[in-house]
């Protein structure tokens, strides 16, 4: 009788080079551009994350991995979030074409610029217009010229 052979051992490099798992990866870019968008509009609403949890049917902890991307969001889930926090469903994946780390650096997704964007529109326009004007004058340089910043 015939004994089949045993299969060769797998090289340990071999082994090594096998995919990591969700977990051992960490979160997806898209997943962490898409909750920082969450993130960011919630501020800029000036909701909690308890009443945003409220809101859909979630606590807050929840809201919590969404944002940061350590919880896929489904897609009904995104709908939900969509309606209640009143933008488009397109609205999370907006920037995205710069890439997941490009998008996730924009200044605006940190809290200060969150909430002085959300202060600036409930300013009424004459003001607006007078605080843009001064902002945008102090970020010039002494000769006038737009700062290195302005020009990106």
């Not at 909701?47 to 991995?65: D, P, R, T, V």
């Not at 939900?80 to 200044?107: I, Q, T």
């Not at 909430?115 to 102090?138: G, I, N, S, T």
């Amino acid at each position: 009788m015939n004994k089949p052979e045993p299969s060769p051992p797998i090289p340990a490099k071999q082994r090594r080079q096998r995919k990591q798992t969700v977990a051992e990866a960490g979160p997806d870019p898209i997943d962490i551009h898409v909750g920082a968008r969450v993130r960011m509009r919630r501020i800029m609403i000036g909701l909690s994350q308890q009443a945003l949890g409220h809101a859909i049917g979630l606590n807050f902890q929840q809201i919590q991995k969404y944002e940061r991307g350590f919880n896929r969001i489904s897609a009904s889930t995104l709908h939900r979030l969509a309606e209640a926090l009143d933008v488009p469903v397109s609205f999370f994946f907006d920037a995205l074409s710069e890439g997941p780390a490009r998008a996730a650096d924009n200044g605006l997704i940190r809290r200060e610029g969150l909430e002085l964007l959300r202060h600036f529109y409930r300013l009424d326009v004459p003001m607006r217009k007078q605080v843009y004007e001064l902002v945008r004058a102090m970020g010039r340089d002494g000769d006038g010229d737009p700062s290195p910043q302005e020009q990106a």
